[in-house]
């Protein structure tokens, strides 16, 4: 069952940010650090910003066992870009342990009818290429490149 997060998932939520930035470190450690990216205070104040939702994937004992975070995104009267509305996936993480039981494409297309639901255009989000089976999941899902980052590391 997909539906919004509450407090009582913070504990396992902030376990699932640690896996995802483990593979982040593994996979960049030049960039990434070993820690996660919101902590509990921050994580009670997403809770309340309904900009910014979370939704959990749960078991029949409403154990989390992944979740995305959303944010919808509109540049309204920009110079240059359409104040078509977005909804960005900021993060999407399934417990290591339960992988490959379709629980992250659960969690996408509850996000993809959210952001039908909030009248969006369209679903965007970043990965990380040294993260190719996050990458071949989203193709799998139907996304396709919007833009890419390139870099180059000065010696």
């Given at each position: 069952?997909?539906?919004?997060a509450?407090?009582?998932?913070i504990?396992?939520i902030?376990?699932?940010?640690?896996?995802?930035?483990?593979?982040?470190?593994?996979?960049?450690?030049?960039?990434f650090k070993?820690?996660?990216?919101?902590?509990?205070?921050e994580?009670?104040?997403?809770?309340?910003?309904?900009?910014?939702?979370?939704l959990?994937c749960?078991?029949?004992?409403?154990g989390?066992q992944?979740?995305c975070?959303?944010?919808?995104q509109q540049?309204?009267?920009n110079?240059?870009?359409?104040?078509?509305?977005t909804?960005y996936?900021?993060?999407?993480?399934v417990d290591?342990?339960?992988?490959g039981k379709?629980?992250?494409?659960e969690?996408?297309?509850a996000?993809?009818?959210?952001?039908?639901?909030?009248?969006?255009?369209?679903?965007?989000?970043?990965?990380?290429s040294?993260?190719?089976?996050?990458?071949?999941?989203?193709e799998s899902?139907?996304?396709v490149?919007?833009?890419?980052?390139?870099?180059?590391?000065?010696?």
């Amino acid at each position: 069952m997909i539906r919004f997060a509450q407090e009582k998932d913070i504990p396992k939520i902030s376990d699932l940010l640690s896996q995802v930035d483990l593979v982040h470190h593994q996979g960049r450690p030049d960039i990434f650090k070993i820690g996660r990216k919101y902590g509990e205070a921050e994580l009670k104040e997403l809770l309340r910003d309904a900009r910014r939702p979370i939704l959990v994937c749960v078991d029949e004992q409403d154990g989390v066992q992944g979740y995305c975070f959303c944010i919808l995104q509109q540049h309204v009267d920009n110079s240059i870009l359409t104040d078509i509305k977005t909804l960005y996936i900021d993060d999407l993480c399934v417990d290591e342990g339960l992988r490959g039981k379709h629980i992250g494409r659960e969690l996408y297309e509850a996000a993809v009818a959210f952001a039908r639901e909030q009248g969006c255009y369209n679903v965007t989000l970043n990965v990380w290429s040294c993260n190719p089976s996050a990458l071949k999941f989203y193709e799998s899902c139907g996304l396709v490149p919007q833009k890419i980052g390139m870099e180059y590391i000065l010696p």
